[in-house]
């Protein structure tokens, strides 16, 4: 098991690969891409410290593990998604607190679909989570001074970029209305 940057890297790379190879509207699609935002923020966290990643425990043994000094006989054990995503918030302040609930968001529903009898990505259409995933992944890459391109490659990475500028439009006409709508109230409740 490898807990060091370029390998995490690569990995979610090739998993998103793998999910750009489906439709954005395949199942496959939502998993892989899952799987993907959990490798490249254990990437992220790695190319802070490949020790960070180590579970915490009395004997340091994870935590040699990392650091190559351990026994390669024993399993080693990572600390879990949810305190990898926690800290990509507090190591990287691009990572957002929004950043990581889209993030806990498709990570939870790949749990479901892994772990239960649910088909949790056909109740969890990418309309609702790709903007998300992209904005996430963006600031990510950003925190390895990585870009989107470096890692979806050059026509994903356009798309993902088409997506954020289209959502931030959509979010800032949205607070424009929201503004206009307080301020006419507010107009009229004066007259």
């Known amino acids: ?19 750009f190879e489906q439709s954005g509207e395949d199942l496959m699609f939502g998993l892989w891409c899952s799987l993907g935002l959990e490798l490249l923020a254990r ?7 490949p020790t960070l990643l180590a579970e915490p425990d009395q004997a340091h043994r994870f935590l040699l593990q990392a650091l ?16 990898v995503l926690t800290l990509c918030q507090t190591l990287f302040p691009q990572f957002t607190e929004e950043d990581k609930i889209a993030s806990l ?7 479901d ?7 949790a990505f056909q109740e969890y259409p990418s309309k609702l989570w790709l903007a998300g995933f992209y904005r996430a992944c963006r600031s990510l890459a950003e925190a390895m001074s990585e870009t ?14 088409e997506i954020l500028a289209e959502n931030q439009s959509q979010v800032k006409s949205r607070i424009l209305g929201l503004i206009a709508a307080h301020f006419s109230k507010g107009v009229l409740r004066s007259s």
């Open 105 to 111: 968001a498709l990570i939870n529903r790949r749990n």
């Open 1 to 19: 098991m490898s807990w060091e940057r370029d390998p995490l890297w690569a990995k979610a790379r090739l998993f998103f690969e793998r999910a």
């Open 113 to 119: 679909e892994l772990h239960t009898g649910s088909s």
């Open 148 to 161: 989107l391109e470096s890692l979806f490659g050059k026509e994903n990475a356009k798309v993902a970029n």
């Open 68 to 83: 190559n000094r351990g026994q390669e006989k024993g399993p080693r054990k990572s600390i879990g998604t949810a305190q």
């Open 43 to 49: 990437s992220a966290v790695a190319s802070v410290s």
